[in-house]
């Protein structure tokens, strides 16, 4: 038996409502630019939208134009999705509040999460949304996944509950020194200002 191997997220498909809402909220709300229209090749009674979140991947959404905005919160029974979370960048996340009580949406005010800083709201069907931004920025070349996985293994052995950003701080620490030589035998931290 072998594994079937991802390499990352091809797109993301959900379920919109009419052609114009669905614009309105992925193009007009959150800055993706709609890149793709083509029908539903499994449905002749959809559209299938295409828009960039950012990374060069895909969110696409069917639309029916019978299909109105419902307004209340999508099932999160096991199986469903519970939220779709976005990455912005620290200049953005602090004004997403601003932004989005600018528009009249409801939102969740600033989560801190430890290793990132969150901000939910709802679309126009219900799907909660998340936006988020990193505590760290990873050392070049290395992934925000390769800091967390060693910022959990430091964490545990800590006993903490969650990522602190200590664990993200030190993750950093190890990671650099694994991966970046130097001419010093001894790495450990000095005190210069004795």
Same mark, same amino acid.
């Given at each position: ?49 295409? #828009?960039? @979140?950012?990374? %060069? ?7 029916? =134009?019978?299909? +109105?905005?419902?307004?209340? $919160? ?61 505590? #760290?920025? @990873?050392?070049? %070349? ?7 996985? =060693?910022?959990? +293994?430091?964490?545990?052995? $800590? ?36």
């Amino acid at each position: 038996m072998k594994k079937i191997q991802s390499l990352g997220v091809h797109h993301i498909t959900l379920t919109g409502a009419d052609r114009q809402s669905s614009i309105d909220f992925w193009e007009g709300v959150l800055g993706m630019p709609f890149i793709f229209d083509q029908p539903n090749l499994d449905d002749p009674n959809e559209g299938h939208l295409y #828009f960039d @979140p950012g990374d %060069g991947r895909l969110i696409t959404i069917f639309t029916n =134009e019978e299909r +109105k905005p419902v307004h209340k $919160r999508t099932p999160t029974d096991p199986g469903c999705v519970h939220h779709i979370a976005f990455e912005v960048d620290r200049a953005m996340f602090d004004q997403i509040t601003d932004r989005l009580e600018a528009r009249g949406i409801g939102h969740s005010g600033v989560k801190d999460r430890g290793f990132m800083h969150s901000v939910y709201f709802k679309d126009p069907l219900g799907l909660l949304i998340e936006l988020a931004c990193y505590a #760290f920025i @990873p050392p070049r %070349g290395i992934s925000h996944a390769e800091v967390m996985l =060693e910022a959990h +293994k430091l964490r545990v052995a $800590r006993g903490a509950k969650a990522i602190e950003r200590e664990h993200l701080a030190d993750a950093t620490v190890l990671i650099v020194e694994r991966a970046q030589r130097s001419l010093s035998d001894d790495r450990e931290p000095k005190n210069p200002y004795r």
